[in-house]
């Protein structure tokens, strides 16, 4: 006889964003199609440091250029995030092709260059995802307002418990959020980025501090794809029982 899955409801979807250049700006979506590489359009792009081309972690991101996510990515055919044209809006308030050699030269003088990637740039996994306890409680630990955007996830659940850190429960298990089903892999692992404020730049390193001490160097959680789907914000968020 065939296993019938159950249920159980664990949260809400009240925050999805994608980031169309890595460490750029994201775009706060209500609705997202998940293909087998992520959300579309999610970190197609990515700035590659000429110095680092042939370093196991090349990339251009907010530990060289704090500022890089003040510029702000967008698809001139919103419906078709993963063939559309990408442009960029700089702080200044400029437009650019995100192929625009010009743009490279602003963000590293010393040198750069932009690459797509199909399947997506990042650094671990291409789905991830924190819920609003745990940000409520590190900021309870650290005596700070943080921002969401710090962990720069793509989903934020508000968890129908009280309880901070529960995605870590969620590891090796199945989530369904709307049509799509994703794996809850592995924890998140930060880094300095999360020590920059989104908005003033400033950085504030006893937040890095805190999650090594406090939380074995790990916030919220990472995934992938079993099933792609469509997702929007306020859908349940499911956790499968066998």
């Not at 065939?2 to 979506?29: D, F």
């Not at 063939?83 to 743009?103: C, F, I, M, W, Y």
């Not at 937040?207 to 794809?225: D, F, M, N, P, T």
Request: aromatic fraction near 8%; glycine fraction near 6%.
């Amino acid at each position: 006889m065939m296993n019938t899955v159950q249920l159980r409801k664990v949260g809400r979807l009240v925050g999805l964003w994608r980031y169309p250049v890595k460490s750029m700006g994201p775009e706060n979506l209500q609705q997202a199609d998940a293909s087998w590489f992520g959300l579309s359009g999610d970190r197609r792009w990515a700035f590659v440091r000429d110095e680092a081309v042939s370093s196991d972690f090349p990339w251009l991101t907010l530990r060289e250029r704090a500022n890089m996510n003040h510029y702000r990515p967008f698809f001139v055919d919103a419906e078709n995030p993963d063939k559309s044209a990408t442009r960029v809006q700089t702080p200044q308030g400029h437009e650019l092709d995100v192929t625009d050699p010009n743009l490279a030269a602003e963000l590293y003088p010393r040198g750069a260059r932009v690459i797509r990637q199909n399947r997506g740039c990042f650094d671990c996994f291409p789905l991830s995802l924190i819920t609003s306890q745990t940000l409520r409680q590190l900021s309870l630990e650290t005596g700070l307002e943080l921002d969401v955007q710090r962990f720069r996830p793509n989903f934020l659940v508000d968890a129908q418990t009280d309880q901070p850190f529960v995605e870590n429960a969620w590891l090796g298990k199945i989530l369904r959020i709307g049509s799509m089903r994703f794996r809850i892999d592995k924890r998140d692992g930060r880094c300095v980025v999360i020590t920059i404020d989104p908005i003033t730049n400033q950085k504030e390193p006893n937040i890095l501090r805190q999650v090594a001490q406090k939380h074995e160097g790990c916030l919220g959680v990472y995934g992938s794809v079993v099933e792609p789907g469509k997702l929007e914000i306020q859908d349940p968020v499911y956790l499968e029982i066998d």
